[in-house]
């Protein structure tokens, strides 16, 4: 056998560290924007989508242009390990550079004007890199599928790596200087090389790149804390967790506890005290209570004066007790070291499912306005609470909502939870207030305000906000029945794990926030419109098919729209299956990534595969093309069997599906690369480009639109129907 060559070794190992820092670079990047626009998924959305297309952007340009010079693609390198830790610091401070108010959103434009400037040059470069090495590796017998192979196991090293180090503590800030030297692994070797041209100007620049970097990371602490206090002048820690940056702030002894830069409560608050008192207050003795998150704002403290038996707490991120609960004042920290409080770290749905009965339930998580939360406020999810509810028992949790209008948006989203709540509970009730306390049993609840106060005193509860007065107040003011009646008049489909519609109408609510003709407009087009929209479609897709059909006689083209067809399948099948096992297995990231991970060894594998099935494929493989679509819209079947059969699905089933489906995509992709005799190096632009641009439409749409509105199954029909389509390209 042939021994490689040492150029041959250094075009391999530029793929697979170009695999691995795209999969590092991105983790970190949308971990920042996450933070730096309060945690709204939307803006993670449209940062994955806005990074493939700046990806994509970069394997497009020049792709006629004559083989680039080496020194120029280890530049490149030297040029991404510059502008990764660069781009932190820009994210960090785009508040302060864009003239942001402290704790307001920027208006909507300048978010999209942050987020582009960030990502689209780092994408960019990024598509740039693999098309250059792709090109050069490609010449001679090489081909683009074993190139899309080994960039694809960089990307399984790279995900593996984002898993590990996250759940090993370390801080994003260290992982994106970590990754930036990463890059520099190939330009410094290249620079030792005998073979390298213009050794001197790689050689004095990976020093000076090296040199800054190692120079960042012993700094690293230092340099996180001083960028996090941009935003945080009173900080007193910060620490990034697999959910999200948990960050501290003091000022006049009252402590601020941020999530993702989002307030998650303060310790000079009365909300727990709502939360509590109006839910203990419906039991006429709560002996057991189980608290789902958010017990550390008081919720726990406040619940005590009642006098329980066994308080249960479930907290999802460890971040919180480990590094805010002993800064709490003590009154916090003694209600979690009381002997009936028993502290548990899990998911707290899962936990839910396999904990005993209680008399009490109090929901703590955050509002359903994205896919990890809308499972705490579905209908199974109320069905599994009311399956641990003794008889008599009170399920609570809060809606942050408007005291005295409530937009279409708003009331779609408030009446989809209720309605979702009264399908498994016969007795419900709103409080008013701009956070609306829900509560549910399946016994009557009671409204007579004489009742709750006399429990109330008899218990001695004493409260600064929730008293006697406040309780008559909550139900007989004429908000206490205007909200019943404006609920039952809404007609909203019921918010479910296979339908996430609450998603949707966040979304909405968010987008009025910068749009105000949104608060005066129904939700949702009118009926014309409707009609105009079901036209627009129908073109749209008698476009698709007729683009197909005459694809099929120019050959860059037909390759082309298959690998669009690899890239969009692939990333709407990888959508519709984290969220199925969020939905059923919990939103742990450590879980997450290592699916994530299976579908990335699903491309290696695919690619791989493609390659050494090669030019056999070229003018008659047309079965093997018709096998991969067939076998995208078997994955779609399997999508709505996993939806409507209750099949579930854990890591190992889903991680499985999903590794089957990246195998799909990478095979999809390396046969569209031999559908015809062209030169390789002629389609590593218009095919990787396809593939990225393809994946970005799939995740926008799923994610907004399809999954809320049609759900999970019906989504996954589109998919059938794109893999059906792509049957006219073999």
Request: glycine letters at 10%; one cysteine or more; proline letters at 4%.
């Amino acid at each position: 056998m042939k021994r490689r060559g040492p150029l041959q070794s250094l075009m391999t190992l530029q793929l697979l560290v170009i695999g691995l820092i795209s999969i590092l670079g991105q983790v970190i990047m949308l971990r920042e924007l996450s933070v730096a626009f309060y945690g709204v998924e939307l803006i993670y959305l449209l940062g994955i989508g806005t990074w493939l297309i700046g990806t994509g952007v970069g394997a497009v340009v020049g792709r006629r242009r004559a083989l680039p010079s080496k020194p120029a693609l280890r530049l490149l390198f030297l040029l991404f390990a510059l502008l990764l830790p660069l781009d932190v610091a820009l994210v960090r401070g785009l508040r302060d550079i864009l003239g942001g108010v402290a704790g307001a959103y920027l208006p909507f434009g300048w978010q999209m004007v942050g987020m582009a400037v960030a990502l689209l040059p780092i994408g960019f470069c990024l598509g740039l890199m693999f098309q250059w090495a792709a090109k050069h590796y490609v010449t001679g017998r090489r081909s683009l599928a074993a190139a899309y192979a080994i960039e694809s196991t960089g990307a399984v090293v790279g995900g593996l790596a984002s898993t590990a180090f996250l759940a090993m503590g370390v801080q994003n800030f260290a992982l994106a200087l970590g990754c930036a030297l990463a890059a520099t692994v190939v330009p410094v070797l290249d620079a030792s090389s005998r073979h390298t041209e213009r050794r001197a100007v790689v050689r004095v620049s990976s020093f000076v790149v090296v040199v800054l970097l190692a120079a960042g990371l012993v700094y690293a602490s230092t340099l996180d804390d001083a960028m996090t206090s941009w935003n945080h002048p009173q900080l007193v820690v910060s620490r990034d967790s697999p959910y999200g940056r948990v960050t501290v702030s003091a000022l006049g002894g009252q402590l601020s506890v941020y999530e993702n830069d989002a307030l998650s409560f303060e310790t000079e608050g009365t909300t727990a005290e709502e939360l509590a008192h109006l839910a203990a207050l419906q039991h006429p003795l709560p002996e057991s209570v189980l608290v789902l998150g958010g017990g550390m704002d008081g919720t726990i403290r406040e619940m005590l004066k009642h006098r329980p038996d066994r308080v249960d707490y479930v907290e999802l991120n460890g971040a919180l007790l480990s590094t805010v609960l002993p800064l709490m004042p003590d009154n916090v920290r003694s209600s979690l070291e009381d002997a009936r409080t028993h502290v548990t770290r899990s998911d707290p749905r899962r936990a839910l499912a396999r904990l005993g009965q209680y008399d009490a339930i109090l929901v703590g998580m955050p509002d359903p306005s994205s896919a990890q939360t809308n499972r705490f406020y579905s209908r199974e999810f109320f069905a599994l609470a009311r399956a641990h509810l003794r008889p008599g028992g009170v399920l609570a949790f809060r809606l942050n909502s408007a005291e005295n209008y409530w937009t279409s948006s708003l009331a779609m989203r408030n009446a989809a939870v209720v309605h979702a709540l009264e399908a498994v509970f016969p007795s419900v009730i709103v409080l008013p207030g701009s956070v609306n306390i829900v509560l549910a049993s399946d016994r009557p609840l009671t409204r007579d305000p004489a009742v709750l106060i006399e429990r109330f005193e008899s218990r001695q509860i004493t409260a600064r906000k929730v008293t006697p007065r406040y309780i008559e107040y909550l139900y007989t003011n004429d908000r206490f029945r205007d909200i019943a009646q404006a609920i039952a008049a809404v007609n909203v489909a019921v918010n479910s794990d296979e339908r996430p519609i609450c998603f949707l109408y966040a979304t909405s609510v968010w987008l009025s926030k910068f749009f105000p003709r949104m608060l005066a407009q129904e939700f949702g087009p009118s009926g014309s419109t409707r009609l105009l929209l079901r036209a627009v479609a129908g073109a749209i897709g008698l476009s698709l098919v007729m683009l197909f059909v005459l694809a099929r006689r120019r050959t860059v083209l037909k390759a082309t729209l298959l690998a669009g067809v690899a890239g969009f399948c692939g990333m709407l099948f990888e959508t519709l299956f984290i969220v199925q096992y969020q939905a059923n297995r919990g939103v742990l990231y450590q879980d997450i990534g290592l699916l994530l991970t299976a579908f990335m060894i699903g491309l290696a594998a695919g690619a791989y595969a493609a390659h050494r099935v090669g030019e056999r494929m070229v003018g008659s493989g047309r079965a093997f093309g018709v096998s991969l679509l067939v076998a995208f819209c078997a994955v779609g079947v399997a999508i709505v069997l996993l939806t409507y059969g209750g099949l579930g699905g854990g890591i190992m089933g889903i991680g499985a599906l999903l590794a089957v489906s990246g195998f799909l995509v990478a095979a999809l992709f390396g046969y569209a690369s031999w559908t015809g005799r062209v030169e390789q190096r002629v389609l590593v632009s218009p095919l990787y480009a396809a593939d990225l641009i393809g994946g970005a439409v799939a995740s926008v749409l799923a994610s907004l639109l399809w999954i809320p509105i049609l759900g999970l199954g019906g989504t996954a029909l589109i998919g059938v129907a794109v893999g059906i389509l792509g049957l006219a390209l073999v």
